[in-house]
């Protein structure tokens, strides 16, 4: 399908991301502002990464490019063996639509909408029979332990569970990755660690998961630790011990989570 | 994204903010139903111009004389001697296209019945006025031939003098006095009503010709000639055959000019067709004025609701919506708004326009054309004024919608 729109295939074999010297320079006024300075970076099939930095590092920039939502300045960006870089808006929608789900710090959920017509909103963008995208919908939300608040709005749902809808979406394209910026941001750290845990379960299905964080808690979750400093990569590292977020849900006090509703 | 998922979309977007939804339709209500309102007005006038010209008789041709010149001094319509009684009759034996003739003339003055007076004109015609005039009587009869050729002194009222002079008993068989000559009067004329000028057509006394020239004008040349044509097809005909005849009479040669001019109410019936189409024409371009301010609420409301959700916009365009999918989508929002004013319009409009002829007597027709006509401007408004709220929204930035507070 991607094949139409012209972009050439390119990498090898189980490598699901290839970045080469990737430079995003923006012009705020007449100054520039050097966001990446030229990172190169490889993501396998199933990967579990954290990409970590303090504000102003370029882990934001990257992310947006990753998930083609920005285009680079220089370099090249090969997603699934499809050079991504130099696309036009429309092909970059239909990428995202095809191979991405992001979830959101802020949730980023439709108000006023139930969960489940937030959980199909991406299968809107494709052609898709109003049963499948129903039951696609259904079986992403069961997926995230949403099954019986499916037609619940937003302001009835906890923060986790409206996460959990977010990540619903992001899953019902059956995406090749899923991105998370900062997803546990606005969540106690008891519904943080839930959130990680689906998280590592999804992965555990096969699922590559890239999270951008600056809390260390949250990173122990990942599997491979990207540390950006100044718009490069400073650190890259394999987390030899993840945590394992059902393991330290049983050790956290519990809270009723009824009670937060 | 499939058609009726978007419109589910839009319907539901529109329910999230009823009033407002409510009031930038009532812009569309309010412009449609004033088209449609405007433009049943508008041709009811028309349509009741053209009821009052057929009263007259699109068959009618009226001959008068031609203009006098002195020197170089012309004198208007009218004011030549050259129509006789003969010439009349003749008309009357000789063209084939014409079915009744009624030789006329005009006097006024004042009139006299027991201690009431009044001012009024009196025409002088033939025993055929009325029939060619489709013009009925009300009590008593019409004057007969023989009162014509006999000059006999007998009238009818027209219903305005009728009032007038005998504001409570029937003047049938009465007497009053023209100008100090009594009259019998034999007949009340039905009611006529205003003509296309708004002059009464019912301030009138109907006499024999003949008895109006011989005792009241004393003058023996007609004022003009009444003739109908057999049908409103042939009246072409019997202008050709009426004028040829009458040059012949007169003993023109080719190269003089007619001394007679020849109106037919055809003409008459097209320049007051025309005028009330401008007056149409005028009501409703006021009207989408209103349909324009209307538009531009839509416009108002739709650029509102585009920076309102701007994050929502970012949400749907970082799940894959292209820019085409978020124009579309506001693109429908904007139509649907206008296409339910549309329709509310109509129905206002129809049901203003019926309640302005039942309660205030005024005619209207309401057109299909008229209904299309709004409703089709309605979806052109939608679109115009839709397009570029719903472009602003297609071309917003994904990453910087998405961070909009």
Known sequence: MIDGIGAARVGFDGELIRIDHLVKTYLLGEVEVHALRGVSLGVSRGEFAAIMGASGSGKSTFMNIIGCLDKPTKGTYVLEKIDVSNLSRDELAHIRNEKIGFVFQGFNLLSRTSALENAELPLLYCSMSNAERKQRATEALELVGLGDRVHHYPNQLSGGQQQRVAIARALVNRPSIILADEPTGNLDSRTSVEVMGIFQELNEKGITVIVVTHEPDIAQFAKRHIVFRDGKIRSDKINPKPRVASEVLKELPAIDEEEEE | ?405
Not at chain 2, 147 to 158: P, Y
Not at chain 2, 266 to 276: E, G, P, V, W
Not at chain 2, 352 to 360: E, L, N, R
């Open chain 2, 1 to 405: 994204m499939k058609m009726l998922n978007i419109l589910l979309s839009a319907f539901r977007a529109l329910r999230r903010n009823k009033m407002r939804s409510f009031l930038t339709m009532l812009g569309i209500i309010i412009g449609v139903a004033a088209v449609i309102a405007m433009l049943a007005i508008g041709q009811g006038a028309e349509y009741s111009v053209q009821q009052q010209i057929d009263a007259l008789g699109t068959n009618v041709l009226i001959v008068f004389p031609g203009s006098q010149q002195q020197g170089g001094l012309r004198s208007g319509a009218g004011t030549m001697t050259t129509l006789t009684e003969e010439d009349a009759a003749t008309i009357q034996r000789e063209c084939p296209a014409v079915a009744f003739v009624s030789p006329g003339t005009r006097s006024g003055g004042q009139v006299i019945a027991g201690n009431l007076n009044w001012g009024t004109g009196i025409e002088g015609c033939g025993a055929d006025y009325l029939e060619i005039r489709k013009w009925g009587v009300d009590y008593g009869e019409y004057f007969t031939e023989s009162d014509v050729k006999a000059a006999t002194k007998v009238c009818l009222l027209g219903k305005t003098v009728s009032d007038a002079l005998f504001p409570e008993s029937s003047p049938v068989g009465q007497n009053v006095r023209i100008r100090n000559v009594p009259f019998k009067v034999i007949g009340v004329l039905a009611k006529k009503g205003q003509n296309a000028m708004g002059q009464d057509q019912d301030d009138i006394i109907l006499a024999p010709y003949t008895t109006v020239l011989r005792r009241l004008s004393h003058y023996p040349y007609l004022r003009y000639i009444v003739v109908s044509a057999t049908s409103p097809t042939n009246i072409n005909a019997a202008q050709s055959q009426v004028s040829e005849l009458l040059r012949m009479r007169h003993k023109l040669s080719s190269y003089d000019p007619d001394d007679f001019t020849i109106r037919n109410q055809a003409d008459l019936a097209a320049a007051a067709n025309a005028t009330t189409q401008i007056l149409t024409i005028l009501l409703a371009s006021i009207a989408s004025v209103s349909l324009l301010v209307g538009g531009i609420g839509i416009m108002n409301i739709m650029l509102v609701s585009v920076t309102e959700r701007t994050r929502e916009i970012g949400i749907r365009m970082s799940v894959g919506a292209r820019g085409r999918d978020i124009l579309t989508q506001f693109l429908i929002e904007a139509l649907v708004l206008s296409l339910l004013g549309g329709i509310v319009g109509i129905a206002l409009g129809v049901g203003g326009s019926t309640a302005i002829s039942t309660f205030a007597k005024w005619p209207t027709i309401i057109t299909v054309f008229s209904i299309i006509l709004s409703f089709g401007f309605s979806i052109a408004i939608g679109i115009f004024f839709g397009f570029y709220p719903a472009r602003k929204a297609a071309q917003l930035n994904p990453i910087d919608a998405l961070r909009y507070e």
